[in-house]
């Protein structure tokens, strides 16, 4: 039987469990742990340059209050980064491209912005719904529209990531499927589909980045406007 090519994007069972926490838990064992040492090996060091040039980058917008999400916030972008990376390899499945967990991901962190800025200075967070200057017959309108904008970034957010992902993997295997069936018809057509598969394969490894850091760059700025 054929199976379709969504089929890659189903979630795996093995002895009728599902092994979604296994792929979960998968990049928390990969990465080293650090240590309280002032000498480390070059794959520490790498890795701590890289997270403190994320984490000043992506805070460097906000003030002091919203510097006590910088653990939640790099410890996102490199659980996001490693799940889109390893879903590229052969056999492997991506737990980035089930829209449930992307809004497990997107919702709650999503209200907690919001809950802080209602907390904190519910004026201020309000008045994100009302522009400044507004025609007081556009008030109304323009307060349910702010509303319905506030509810769909977190919606915006989980399908985002599950669109692009499943749109890469779903156009590399369309490709790769071309490339085995015009190998023994026209070799130098599926010759020029593979080359062209090898550099859309190199183009998904720069969306699997570049992904992981837009979905934590937008709740970076979500957090900025509620804090």
Known sequence: MTLSFFDQFSSPMFL?????????????IMFPTPSSRWMNNRLLTLQNWF???????????????GHKWALIFASLMIFLITLNML????????????????????V???????IIGMRHQPTHSLGHLLPEGT??????VLIIIETISLFIRPIALGVRLTANLTAG??????????????????????????????LLTLLEVAVAMIQAYVFVLLLSLYLQENV
């Open 87 to 106: 879903g590229l390899l052969p056999y492997t499945f991506t737990p980035t491209t089930q829209l449930s967990l992307n809004m497990g991901l997107a």
């Open 169 to 198: 993997h779903l156009l590399i295997q369309l490709i790769a499927t071309a490339a085995f069936v015009l190998l023994p018809l026209m070799p130098t057509v599926a010759l020029l589909t593979t080359i062209l598969l090898f």
């Open 51 to 65: 997270i403190n040039l994320f984490t000043k980058q992506l805070l460097l917008p906000l003030n002091t209050t």
């Open 108 to 114: 709650p962190l999503w209200l907690a912005t919001v």
């Open 135 to 140: 025609p007081v017959p556009l008030i109304p």
């Open 16 to 28: 009728g469990i599902p092994l979604m926490a296994l792929a979960i838990m998968i990049p928390w």
